[in-house]
T-cell receptor, first 115, second 111 residues
């Protein structure tokens, strides 16, 4: 089973709201990722968690705050977002982080609209 | 620095035609891994294949086949006898400490 689940599927929020995206995997993977994808563009890496610790932050603005409560869960807390943050947010996981050979398995994504 | 180039932005074919997607990469590493992902309109990125730099054998999986040529730094993907369900964006990617994606090729298969 290579399933990564994400909730919610769609989210509309105002610029003053606080919301969270959730990602879950039960494959025993030790690395989890957040990507942002704008329309007609490839995914862009935001964060990487390796063994539940933040290992990579690709200079993401602080209005995005990741959290890894345990090895199966990954959250992305959103606060004071801008309309340009509207995008598809993808979560992924892989068995071992940082080796280069690991295959990342992606969830279905959360389509976020910031008004 | 790594770079993946997918020169074809969009390809449109009629069902049952073959379609080949080009992928050219740049890396200074001697060991590296290449991937293809499919992204249908639903949005999920679906893993198709992983290939390491030491394995130049071509691979076939059903109607999908991949041609890896290290000499030309290319990892091309062919869909044989395309079907409407193959309509999607296809990404080629190179993995170092992170996945570097190409810009993607949108494939539209018309009935």
């Amino acid at each position: 089973d290579t399933e990564v689940t994400q909730t919610p599927k769609h989210l509309v929020m105002g610029m003053t709201n606080k919301k969270s995206l959730k990602c879950e995997q039960h494959m025993g993977h030790r690395a989890m990722y957040w990507y942002k994808q704008k329309a007609k563009k490839p995914p862009e890496l935001m964060f990487v968690y390796s063994y539940e610790k933040l290992s990579i932050n690709e200079s993401v603005p602080s209005r995005f705050s990741p959290e890894c409560p345990n090895s199966s869960l990954l959250n992305l807390h959103l606060h004071a977002l801008q309309p340009e943050d509207s995008a598809l947010y993808l979560c992924a996981s892989s068995q071992e982080p940082g080796t280069g050979q690991e295959t990342q398995y992606f969830g279905p994504g959360t389509r976020l609209l910031v008004l | 620095a790594q770079k993946v180039t997918q020169a074809q932005t969009e390809i449109s074919v009629v069902e049952k035609e073959d379609v080949t997607l080009d992928c050219v990469y740049e890396t200074r590493d001697t060991t590296y891994y290449l991937f293809w992902y499919k992204q249908p309109p639903s949005g999920e990125l679906v893993f198709l294949i992983r290939r390491n730099s030491f394995d130049e054998q071509n691979e076939i999986s059903g109607r999908y086949s991949w041609n890896f040529q290290k000499s030309t730094s290319s990892f091309n993907f062919t869909i044989t006898a395309s079907q409407v369900v193959d309509s999607a964006v296809y990404f080629c990617a190179l993995n170092d400490y992170k996945l570097s994606f190409g810009a993607g090729t949108t494939v539209t298969v018309r009935a």
